[in-house]
T-cell receptor, first 115, second 112 residues
Framework: SAVISQKPSRDICQRGTSLTIQCQVD?????MFWYRQQPGQSLTLIAT?????????ESGFVIDKFPISRPNLTFSTLTVSNMSPEDSSIYLC????????????FGPGTRLLVL | LAKTTQPISMDSYEGQEVNITCSHN???????ITWYQQFPSQGPRFIIQ???TKVTNEVASLFIPADRKSSTLSLPRVSLSDTAVYYC?????????????FGTGTKLQVIP
């Protein structure tokens, strides 16, 4: 089966700094998404990472805070900018493969703690 | 987007069958029903997906009545390693975007 990896797996950062999270898939995918999961909570969709164009953000999330890149069909990055302790969460990427039905598959997640 | 309602938590003894029901009254015609399992500090893992009637795989069964306004995930003979949060999702993907929302999930605790 295809592999989805994320880097880093975890990090501890100081407030005011930025962190870029990478999502790598070992085969081309149709769609890629970024989620946030705050401690003890469910998953919230941040944005759809569109290949070759600007990401589409959900209500409550903006590009200045969460810039996203998707330079090709196997890779995407999410940057958490100007971090505050409220940004402490698990960040997950997910992918959908064309022809594999209406199913998204998730990466292992990046656990972020902001001090 | 279809909203889902699940029990917040459930307890079960090892070896028992566990049934988790999800309500989705405003499911749309093209929506699929998908269940995920999530362990602490890990990404959700796909368990099973269905559109109507019954689906079974090596891990679980999914029962969907004719009106599709609810679904039941059935886990046969659970073990301690099945302790996790289970999410029911309704929706799908079209035009490069998703119309799927994660609900609160059901925290299953398997007791020895």
């Amino acid at each position: 089966s295809a592999v989805i990896s994320q880097k880093p797996s975890r990090d501890i950062c100081q407030r005011g700094t930025s962190l870029t999270i990478q999502c790598q898939v070992d085969s081309q995918v149709t769609m890629m998404f970024w989620y946030r999961q705050q401690p003890g909570q469910s998953l919230t969709l941040i944005a759809t990472a569109n290949q070759g164009s600007e990401a589409t953000y959900e209500s409550g999330f903006v590009i200045d805070k969460f810039p996203i890149s998707r330079p090709n069909l196997t890779f995407s990055t999410l940057t958490v900018s100007n971090m505050s302790p409220e940004d402490s969460s698990i960040y997950l990427c997910s992918v959908v493969w064309e022809g594999r039905g209406e199913t998204q598959y998730f990466g292992p997640g990046t656990r972020l703690l902001v001090l | 987007l279809a909203k889902t309602t699940q029990p917040i938590s459930m307890d079960s003894y090892e070896g028992q069958e566990v049934n988790i029901t999800c309500s989705h009254n405003n499911i749309a015609t093209n929506d699929y029903i998908t269940w995920y399992q999530q362990f602490p500090s890990q990404g959700p893992r796909f368990i099973i997906q269905g559109y109507k009637t019954k689906v079974t795989n090596e891990v679980a069964s999914l029962f969907i009545p004719a009106d599709r306004k609810s679904s039941t995930l059935s886990l046969p003979r659970v073990s301690l390693s099945d302790t996790a949060v289970y999410y029911c999702l309704v929706g799908g993907f079209s035009g490069g975007y998703q119309k799927v929302t994660f609900g609160t999930g059901t925290k299953l605790q398997v007791i020895p």
